[in-house]
């Protein structure tokens, strides 16, 4: 099935450092989301992007939503152990066949060391 | 916790068989969407419910089918089990059937043998 292009794969990150991940699709998408998902759990929402350019934070996470609709981009900053887990991009569309559906990316492993 | 709830949580089944997931989306939630989350292919959609009504249908197999009763809960069947729907399989659910703000449940693992 169709999913965002997202990068890295896997990151190796001391704590205390930067990190960041972005998603791009060839299609233009109306709201850009960012999950985390812990082992054996579902995916929890970190942030909502609705607008073209739209800059959003949440604590040590932030987002934004591209220009072009195309593409958007998650950071976190100061990082801490907790912090591990698997990232997921999803964009979604309205109208026609793909009403409700989210279009995930393949996900950005993160590893913090302490 | 996002407030929508799956059982079983895991699920161990033979090749041939037919298992029931149960969803039970967030109290005033319409909208309920099944995920299948395998290895190789990621987090795929499969069928969207709005307030019993399919609205949606995604990468489902045949074999697959789902509904959503009165009470709002939904159940996805999966049948004539093969070694490749082993997967976590998850709900989300919405208030309205436009919303784009999904929260999921804990999942089910599915593991065929």
């Known amino acids: 099935g169709q999913q965002l292009n997202q990068s890295p794969q896997s990151m190796f990150i001391q704590e205390g450092e930067d990190v960041s991940m972005n998603c791009t699709s060839s299609s233009i998408f109306n709201t850009w989301l960012w999950y985390k998902q812990d082992p054996g759990e579902g995916p929890v929402l970190l942030i909502a992007?609705?607008?073209?350019?739209e800059l959003t934070s949440n604590g040590r996470l932030t987002a934004q939503f591209g220009i072009t609709r195309k593409d958007s981009f998650l950071n976190i900053s100061a990082s801490i152990p907790s912090d591990v887990g698997i990232y997921f991009c999803a964009g979604h569309r309205t109208g026609g066949t793909s009403y409700g559906k989210l279009t995930f990316g393949q996900g950005t492993i993160l590893t913090v060391h302490p | 916790d996002s407030g929508v709830t799956q059982t079983p949580k895991h699920l161990i089944t033979a090749t041939g068989q037919r298992v029931t997931l149960r969803c039970s989306p967030r109290?005033?939630?319409?909208?309920v969407y099944w995920y299948q989350q395998s290895l190789d292919q990621g987090l795929q959609f499969l069928i969207h419910y709005y307030n019993g009504e399919e609205r949606a249908k995604g990468n489902i197999l045949e074999r697959f089918s789902a509904q959503q009763f009165p009470d709002l809960h939904s159940e996805l069947n999966l049948s004539s089990l093969e070694l490749g729907d082993s997967a976590l399989y998850f709900c989300a659910s919405t208030l309205r059937s436009t919303t784009d703000t999904q929260y999921f449940g804990p999942g089910t693992r599915l593991t065929v043998l």
């Open positions: 992007l609705y607008k073209a350019g």
């Open positions: 109290s005033g939630d319409l909208s």
